[in-house]
C-alpha cells in the first residue's frame, strides 16, 4: 500500500534552513505529481508547492514562495522541501502528499514537525 | 488567487442527522474541488473529488455536489464516526487553497 514517511523536522531558529524528505513507496513514484501541505498548531491545513511527476515545473503558495524549494529524485523515490529564511509562523506539522489522477491529494503521510524558535 | 469559504465554521449535529457543509470559491473552479475529513492527531483523509467522485472505500453515506462556485457535502445520516473536521480543497488554479474547515461536533 502507499507509505509516505516524512522526516527531516526539528527545532530552528529564526532565519534558519531546513531540509524535509519524503520517502515515497507501495505506487509508481516517478508518476505521480506530489504536494506539500502544512498545518499549524490548531490551524487549517495549508498548500503550499507541488511538483509535477517528471520534476518540470514546480507552483508555490505565496507565504513561501522565495523561501522555499520543492524538488525530487524519481531514482530515490524521495520527495524534498528545501525551507530557508524561517520565520515563526512557519511553524506547523508538514505533510507529504501523492496526487490522484489529477492533482487533488489521494494520500498523506503522518507529517514532521517543524518549530521555528530562538 | 482563489478564495474558499466554507460554512458552517462549527456544526453541532446528532447521530443520525443529514448535515450539509457548504463551500464557496471567489471565482468558478469548475468541478476541481476536493472534500477531506481530518480527525484529531490524524492526517486528513481523501472523501470526494471533482466535486462529486467519491474516493474508493468511503461509505456512501457521503455526497458532493456543485460547480462553478458554489460546493455542499453532505452525510446522509450522521455516524459517530462522522465527528471530525472537513475541508475542502481547489485545485483548479495555483495557488491552491483550502477552506478553513468545518468542525462537526456532537450535540
Known amino acids: 500500500q502507499v507509505q509516505l514517511v516524512e522526516s527531516g523536522g526539528g527545532v530552528v531558529q529564526p532565519g534558519g534552513s531546513l531540509r524535509l524528505s519524503c520517502a515515497a513507496s507501495g505506487f509508481a513514484f516517478s508518476s505521480r505529481a506530489m504536494h506539500w501541505v502544512r498545518q499549524a498548531p490548531g490551524k487549517g491545513l495549508e498548500w503550499l508547492a507541488f511538483i509535477r511527476s517528471d520534476g518540470s515545473r514546480q507552483y508555490y503558495a505565496n507565504s513561501v514562495t522565495g523561501r522555499f524549494t520543492i524538488s525530487r529524485d524519481n531514482s530515490k523515490n524521495t520527495l524534498y522541501l528545501q525551507m530557508t529564511t524561517l520565520r515563526a509562523e512557519d511553524t506547523a506539522l508538514y505533510y507529504c502528499?501523492?496526487?490522484?489522477?489529477?492533482?487533488?491529494?489521494?494520500?498523506w503521510g503522518r507529517g514532521t514537525l517543524v518549530t521555528v524558535s530562538s | 488567487d482563489i478564495q474558499m469559504t466554507q460554512s458552517p465554521s462549527t456544526l453541532s449535529a446528532s447521530v443520525g442527522d443529514r448535515v450539509t457543509i457548504t463551500c464557496r470559491a471567489s471565482?468558478?473552479?469548475?468541478?476541481?474541488l476536493a472534500w477531506y475529513q481530518q480527525k484529531p492527531g490524524k492526517a486528513p483523509h481523501l472523501l470526494i473529488y471533482?466535486?462529486?467522485t467519491i474516493e474508493s472505500g468511503v461509505p456512501s453515506r457521503f455526497s458532493g455536489s456543485g460547480s462553478g462556485t458554489e460546493f455542499t457535502l453532505t452525510i446522509s445520516s450522521l455516524q459517530p464516526d462522522d465527528f471530525a473536521t472537513y475541508y475542502c480543497?481547489?485545485?483548479?488554479?495555483?495557488?491552491?487553497?483550502f477552506g478553513q474547515g468545518t468542525k462537526l461536533e456532537s450535540k
Open positions: 471533482k466535486a462529486s
Open positions: 471565482q468558478t473552479i469548475h468541478s476541481w
Open positions: 480543497q481547489q485545485y483548479s488554479s495555483y495557488p491552491y487553497s
Open positions: 502528499a501523492k496526487c490522484g489522477t489529477t492533482p487533488y491529494v489521494d494520500s
